[in-house]
């Protein structure tokens, strides 16, 4: 009978071998939706039904200036919407992160605590509520309704995230500072904010990714067209030119552009946010 010795250095070789075809599947799984849309956004309707999944030639490389002709203002308005959200929140959350983590004061960690609460309400409670108050302060169709619910919702997981993040910075650093004659203002602008950067490049790229993908509120709320972010923007580009495949297809792939281009840039200060150290440090 002859016995087959595996030794531990090719068990592992085998293992290696195994969680890097698992991971070239995960990966090709994952880009497929988006392979399946750039290849359909150079097609017309004919070369959509006589060849579904392969390429086809001529490429129609005009569907993309169609497309943006059409999604441009809501590619605008979802721009603005992000860009007052996130410095709301970053705003908020950095200041109630900081007042959390460095003061002591009388029911600190009571009212954290009901801060920390507020992640276990559902959002679809808030938003008949939310709505009526929206509706009362007279901010429908306007600015401030696609920014302020998602300030006041998106600060509690920031200030979590903050609070979390700045009690990882070393004592010492704000005790040297308070010897030197730091006020907290100063402290919390020219030591605290500088090296919480990985951490606000994090909220700020889960606050731009809950915005740009936001469909239901921004529907509820909003008709004017204008007004109307890049999600809802998308649906009534398919009313208007359903059958068109190419340019549809195209309005899709350049709406998702700005969340692909903003990750790859910040990505190093959003992987560091979440392991909680600064880039590079590792």
Do not use: C
Request: net charge positive; no cysteine; charged share 10%.
């Amino acid at each position: 009978m002859t016995v087959i010795d595996v030794s531990p250095k090719t068990r592992r070789g085998r293992r290696q071998a195994g969680i890097h075809i698992g991971l070239i599947l995960l990966i090709a799984i994952s880009l497929a939706p988006y392979v399946f849309m750039l290849i359909t956004a150079t097609k017309d309707n004919q070369q959509y039904v006589e060849s579904f999944w392969a390429p086809a030639w001529p490429l129609h490389l005009e569907n993309f200036s169609v497309a943006w002709n059409q999604i441009q203002p809501y590619m605008v308005a979802s721009l603005a919407y992000a860009a007052g959200a996130t410095l709301g929140i970053i705003a908020v959350s950095l200041l109630a992160g900081f007042v959390f983590a460095r003061f002591s004061f009388p029911g600190r960690n009571a009212l954290f605590g009901l801060v920390a609460a507020l992640m276990m309400v559902p959002s679809i409670a808030a938003l008949i509520p939310r709505y009526v108050m929206m509706r009362d302060l007279g901010m429908l169709d306007s600015y401030w309704v696609m920014t302020l619910p998602h300030i006041a919702t998106g600060a509690v997981l920031g200030t979590i995230l903050m609070r979390t993040y700045i009690q990882g910075i070393p004592q010492a650093i704000f005790d040297a500072a308070e010897l030197d004659g730091a006020t907290p203002v100063r402290t919390f602008w020219s030591i605290m904010l500088p090296m919480s950067l990985p951490v606000i490049g994090t909220v700020s790229l889960v606050t731009v990714q809950s915005i740009w993908n936001d469909f239901f509120w921004p529907l509820l709320t909003i008709t004017k067209d204008s007004l109307r972010p890049i999600a809802v923007g998308l649906q009534f580009f398919q009313g208007q030119s359903g059958t068109e495949y190419g340019p549809l297809f195209a309005g899709y792939l350049l709406g998702s552009l700005p969340l692909v281009v903003l990750f790859v840039f910040f990505s190093k200060y959003f992987l560091a946010g979440v392991q909680g150290g600064l880039p590079g440090s590792h």
